[in-house]
């Protein structure tokens, strides 16, 4: 699917639950919320995500890494629809993300985002 510019892009900052078992709820649903990320990338709906690490993460082995959220750029008819995306994911279905910190923005891109993989 080809990207359409026009297509207003929204900023997503879904901040983890702060709980002692937040990263085991992570790791325990990754793979499902990475495919879901993966086949929305693929149509073009979700442009750019990541993870994102605490500050003491960023020198550390894969496996001694902790999370502090989530970021991710959509484009999408509506911040709405986004806000959709975002609730039929995994992450915010099973309490990683901490859904009263969740923001949605409207964000107008100052750099290109990466080309929709075909």
């Not at 279905?93 to 969740?102: F, I, Q």
Request: net charge negative; glycine share 4%; aromatic share 8%.
């Amino acid at each position: 699917m080809s990207t359409n510019s026009e297509l207003p892009k929204f900023v997503v900052w879904a901040p983890d639950c702060t709980d002692e078992s937040a990263l085991a709820r992570r790791l325990a649903v990754r793979s499902s919320h990475l495919e879901n990320a993966n086949k929305l990338t693929k149509q073009g709906i979700l442009r750019t995500a990541g993870g994102v690490l605490t500050s003491d993460s960023a020198d550390v082995a894969p496996s001694d890494r902790k999370f502090f959220g989530s970021c991710m750029i959509f484009e999408a008819e509506s911040l709405e629809a986004v806000r959709k995306y975002i609730e039929e994911d995994v992450y915010y279905k099973t309490g990683v993300w901490d859904k009263e910190k969740l923001l949605i923005l409207p964000i107008l891109m100052a750099t290109s985002l990466p080309p929709v993989p075909s």
